[in-house]
């Protein structure tokens, strides 16, 4: 299994950004898709999460309202589009892949990762 993250960049705050993980390896139908990130010094942290299946989706209360996430199921592959960025924003933006999900929150309750991409919101 593969999870292959992009789209990150250097963006001025209130830009916007969108970033997408291509999954490959193994069907993804039960599975919940999700973002995490980690700024420097800080602990990773729970972004958006999504089921693959219906399409629910769950946000950090501090991207409510500014970041999207979806999936293409043709592609294979999970987006979320970040709107109106704030340097707080800074972080490098992970997906993962997990199937028996208790808590989107824990990092620990995934199955799989991919690398990061490097998101930079300059003020």
């Known amino acids: 299994v593969q999870l292959q993250a992009s789209g990150g960049g250097l963006v001025q705050a209130g830009g916007s950004l969108r970033l997408s993980c291509a999954a490959s390896g193994r069907t993804f139908n039960g599975y919940a898709m999700a973002w995490f990130r980690q700024a420097p010094g800080k602990e990773r942290e729970f972004v958006a999460a999504i089921w693959w299946s219906g399409g629910t989706t769950y946000y950090a209360d501090s991207v409510k309202g500014r970041f999207t996430i979806s999936r293409e199921s043709a592609k294979n592959t999970v987006y979320l589009q970040m709107i109106s960025l704030k340097s707080e924003d800074t972080a490098v933006y992970y997906c993962?892949?997990?199937?028996?999900?208790?808590?989107?929150?824990?990092?620990?309750?995934?199955?799989?990762w991919g690398r990061g991409t490097q998101v930079t919101v300059s003020s």
């Open positions: 993962a892949a997990g199937r028996y999900i208790s808590s989107f929150l824990q990092s620990y309750e995934y199955d799989y």
